[in-house]
């Protein structure tokens, strides 16, 4: 544990013997999450090669344990969130070593020959302030949920953020956010490390953000985010989210997203090799290789009709690079641990169970059908599918292009009643396959994950 950490912990203590207070105990939850999960990713024979990558089998338990207090009484209220994570690999891992040497692990650290570490354990904090209806958070729990910046939760355990974020909802219909954050703890990690972007390989201790949700009318959102990542990229974000409500049981949703992204810093120097971008497809031209230059936007429009539920959708990624994600990547820790892949989350629907459709020049195609089966008498249970079919994309400075597609299947079924009352299964089962020209940016995968979900609140 990092001495900030430790410093917030031993903060949290004392502010939690001191505000003994109505509203900051009576108005706290404590949870206990429990998560199995089983995870196969099988690389299948890419069509230009005859390597294969890493074969993945494991089975890991993982735990979270999340107190969030509520605020002390006065003009200023103020309130402590706790936040601690153990994962256990019960059985397997990587098969093989890649052929570069490779041992990253996608779900648990590894030692440095690719064995999974048996356990695994980070905590972390948040203090509070609220004044009427704005609120600010500082510490190394944070888990953002924003056009600009999602945590990612795809495996055991989820990222988190250290930095602070602050939310005002003081204006009717009008929600303000803005924030800075330093470091990110991934999802396979025990340790906080500098923030990047996939396909840079330094790091920056600096994203800023901020942006506002606007409720128009009940039925019209709309948008706009800005954020930078010191030395990596500017980025401009602009939503519009509408529901038309048709009958009684039917409605129409229109969700449009648009991302304009350019160089910040280092990045847009040529010297700068660490800040530009590699191994992340096609990027700039010229002495412009690497320098991050994007728009990208998507139109999704979904038919509700009871438990029925139709997407259709369109995305569009300028040719001149690929869209900037952050990504915290991987670490090493003193004893010479890989602390594993960082993991990203990108707010779009295309971003999907292996890939996110985001190259430089890629044009997808997406579709999905869900069906919530508490219309025919099983509350619980749902279903989806969805196929996505991306072109077009650029993969060198030369014109090439590739095209590559996903097919993700998911059920999920949360118990009702009995004694398994709020026990949650998943099963996810993806495909993706490439075209010989896009590998070796992407090889052809099978991946399959169950999940095992139950969460205890304490009374």
Excluded: C
Excluded at 99 to 105: F, H, K, P, Y
Excluded at 110 to 122: K, L, V
Excluded at 197 to 224: C, I
């Amino acid at each position: 544990m990092k001495k900030s950490t430790l410093a917030l912990a031993v903060y949290a203590g004392v502010m939690a013997t001191q505000a003994g207070a109505a509203g900051f105990l009576e108005d706290s939850k404590a949870t206990l999450s429990s998560r199995t999960l089983y995870f196969e990713q099988d690389p299948r024979e890419p069509s230009a090669s005859g390597a294969k990558g890493q074969d993945q089998r494991q089975t890991t338990q993982g735990f979270l344990f999340n107190f969030i207090s509520g605020y002390t009484p006065g003009t200023v209220g103020f309130g402590l969130d706790v936040q601690g994570m153990y994962g256990i690999n019960l059985s397997g891992g990587i098969d093989n070593r890649a052929a570069n040497g490779s041992t990253a692990n996608t779900v648990s650290p590894t030692s440095s020959d690719g064995t999974p570490e048996h356990n695994w354990a980070r905590a972390g904090a948040n203090v509070k302030a609220k004044i009427s209806k704005t609120e600010l958070k500082i510490g190394n729990a944070l888990q953002p949920n924003l056009p600009i910046l999602v945590s990612n939760d795809g495996r055991l355990l989820p990222q988190t953020f250290e930095g602070g974020i602050v939310t005002s909802k003081d204006i009717d219909n009008l929600t303000l956010t803005a924030g800075k954050l330093t470091k990110a703890a991934g999802r396979a990690s025990t340790n906080y490390d500098n923030l990047s972007v996939s396909g840079g390989t330094k790091g920056s201790n600096n994203f800023q953000f901020a942006g506002a949700d606007y409720k128009l009318t009940k039925d019209l959102t709309l948008q706009y985010y800005y954020a930078n990542l010191e030395d990596y990229y500017n980025q401009h974000f602009f939503g519009l989210l509408h529901v038309l409500p048709i009958g009684e049981d039917q409605s129409f949703k229109t969700d449009l997203r648009y991302f304009h992204s350019t160089s910040d810093g280092k990045n847009g120097q040529s010297n700068n090799v660490g800040y530009r971008l590699t191994g992340n497809g096609y990027s700039g031209t010229g002495s412009d290789t690497g320098e991050i230059d994007n728009d990208l936007w998507t139109a999704m429009f979904t038919y509700t009709l009871g438990g029925h539920a139709f997407m259709l959708g369109y995305q569009s990624s300028s040719d001149s690079g690929a869209m900037p994600i952050i990504n915290n990547g991987s670490v090493v820790d003193g004893r010479g641990r890989n602390e594993g892949e960082g993991g990203n989350s990108v707010y779009l629907f295309t971003d999907s169970m292996i890939t996110n459709f985001t190259r430089a020049g890629e044009k997808t195609k997406f579709g999905q059908y869900s069906y919530d089966f508490a219309r025919v008498g099983v509350p619980g249970l749902k279903a989806a599918i969805a196929y996505l079919h991306g072109d077009q994309i650029r993969t060198s400075a030369t014109g090439a292009r590739g095209s590559e597609w996903e097919r993700d299947m998911r059920i999920d079924y949360v118990f009702q009643d009995s004694f398994l009352k709020g026990f949650g299964v998943t099963v996810r089962r993806a495909n993706l396959r490439s075209d010989s020209d896009l590998y070796p940016l992407q090889q052809n995968v099978d991946q399959t994950r169950v999940i095992l979900n139950y969460t205890y609140a304490f009374k």
